[in-house]
């Protein structure tokens, strides 16, 4: 059964003009043009901080990239929005039912994590919106550099307060709210720095002089 994540993800890349992913191991006649889209999608991540996870997480949605660095970047952070997403329900539910066993800088550090990583969720998603309309001239005329510059100060914003959560738990005695949150965290901190690579590169060849 599909969880309310999986139904998530697939809304948001409907939202932007994709289609559902398609695997990478297939017998119809599209076969070879998806192995070239699956092979754009490897090589693109050699750019990011993570290569062998970005290529994981985004091989899957190889039709719908269709060797489009544009769509490669959207897809990119419509996976972080989904993972942040999670791990933002995830530190808000630890925060009202875990007992602290009188521990108050684990729930204030918590609490922080909590708070910022909202703070997080919503910059990806600005940053997905900003990547729907790029070009529209709907928006008080912006040019496509300024629309670019907004999505990466966004993704850059999102990972500097995924980063925040976790600093708040350098000193923090609690091994196992410590562990808990770091385990979870540092994932999506990969997913959103990978995106955040995806998103320099497409800029980059769009704004070039």
């Not at 992913?21 to 192995?35: D, E, R």
């Not at 949605?61 to 970047?73: I, K, N, T």
């Not at 914003?157 to 995924?162: C, F, M, Q």
Request: net charge neutral; charged share 15%; glycine share 4%.
């Amino acid at each position: 059964m599909k969880t309310p994540h999986t139904f998530s993800l697939l809304a948001l890349l409907s939202a932007a003009a994709l289609f559902h992913p398609t695997a990478a191991h297939t017998n119809n006649p599209s076969a070879a043009a998806n192995s070239s889209c699956i092979d754009f999608i490897r090589i693109s991540c050699n750019a990011t901080l993570y290569p062998d996870l970005c290529y994981t997480s985004l091989a899957g949605y190889a039709s719908a990239v269709q060797a489009d660095p544009a769509r490669l970047a959207r897809v990119a952070v419509a996976v972080s929005l989904s993972r942040a997403r999670r791990t933002a329900k995830y530190l808000s539910n630890l925060s009202r039912t875990i007992d602290y066993g009188g521990d108050h800088r684990a729930a204030a550090a918590l609490h922080d994590c909590s708070s910022v990583f909202g703070d997080a969720v919503d910059q990806i998603l600005d940053s997905l919106r900003q990547m729907r309309h790029l070009g529209s001239t709907s928006a008080g005329g912006e040019t496509l550099r300024f629309q670019m510059s907004n999505v990466q100060t966004w993704m850059s914003a999102a990972l500097t307060n995924e980063d925040t959560c976790t600093d708040g738990f350098e000193d923090i005695s609690d091994g196992a709210v410590k562990t808990a949150v770091n385990d979870r965290v540092v994932k999506v901190k990969e997913v959103t720095s990978n995106a955040l690579a995806l998103v320099n590169s497409y800029a980059a060849k769009v704004t070039a002089p």
